[in-house]
């Protein structure tokens, strides 16, 4: 049906898709092979990320086609972009994705990541390929005003999950995480919750948190949704 709006009718002739569709729907952190040139798929996920820091998915799915596709020189770039946006929050996400990379980082840079991530402050300046977040600034940037709501400002939330989005938005994975798992054993079993924590999970590659949980589910007799079964057999190459 496509090909009638094209006068040769050939199917060669139709345009090539664009990498931005191709990629847009992908789910999976380590995307597929919809799409072959590499390149233009890292350059896809820069300009994203460039324009929506905090989209976790897009940091790992870049983080994941380097890794995959022997593009190491981008890698450290790619990962400083990752600390950049979540600054002192995400530990456990910034964690795993610098031991996943850890095999073709040099080991300067794993250095840098690893004192990175113990005081929460970049504390050299090292200039990376391939980052679209680095504006040159060491160190910890200090907020000039600080504003603090007051007990009546406090948002309203009308349900927990919609409480841990507002904690993603932010970049606050692991706050998320713990309302999320608090609401869980405090309240007994969710599957809404479970689902939206089960999906903290697979972003963070948090295995330790993910078998700890499935166990006090396993314990309380509680039958596991599908969708959990499925990420406990994902969770064996985390």
């Not at 994941?64 to 990752?82: H, P, T, W, Y």
């Amino acid at each position: 049906m496509i090909g009638n709006i094209f006068s040769d009718k050939e199917l060669e002739t139709l345009p090539t898709q664009a990498v931005s569709f191709l990629l847009d729907s992908q789910k999976q952190l380590r995307i597929s092979t919809v799409c072959d040139d590499t390149v233009k798929s890292w350059r896809y996920y820069s300009h994203h990320i460039g324009r929506f820091p905090l989209d976790l998915r897009a940091h790992a799915q870049r983080l994941f086609l380097i890794i995959d596709n022997d593009m190491s020189k981008l890698l450290a770039g790619a990962m400083q972009d990752l600390f950049i946006a979540l600054e002192d929050h995400g530990f456990s996400f910034k964690n795993n994705m610098l031991e996943h990379s850890k095999q073709q980082l040099i080991d300067e840079d794993i250095q840098h990541f690893e004192a990175w991530l113990s005081t929460n402050t970049r504390s050299s300046f090292k200039p990376m390929q391939g980052s679209v977040l680095d504006k040159g600034l060491p160190g910890k940037v200090e907020k000039l005003v600080i504003f603090e709501q007051t007990q009546e400002e406090q948002p309203h939330y009308d349900n927990v999950i919609e409480e841990a989005n507002a904690y993603l938005e932010y970049g606050q994975v692991e706050e998320a995480q713990s309302l999320l798992e608090e609401t869980l054993q405090e309240n007994g079993y969710d599957k809404n919750i479970a689902l939206e924590l089960l999906n903290i999970y697979q972003y963070t590659r948090d295995r330790v948190s993910f078998e700890t949980m499935t166990q006090q589910f396993i314990n309380a007799g509680t039958e596991l949704p599908e969708e959990w079964r499925q990420v406990q057999n994902e969770s064996q190459q985390w």
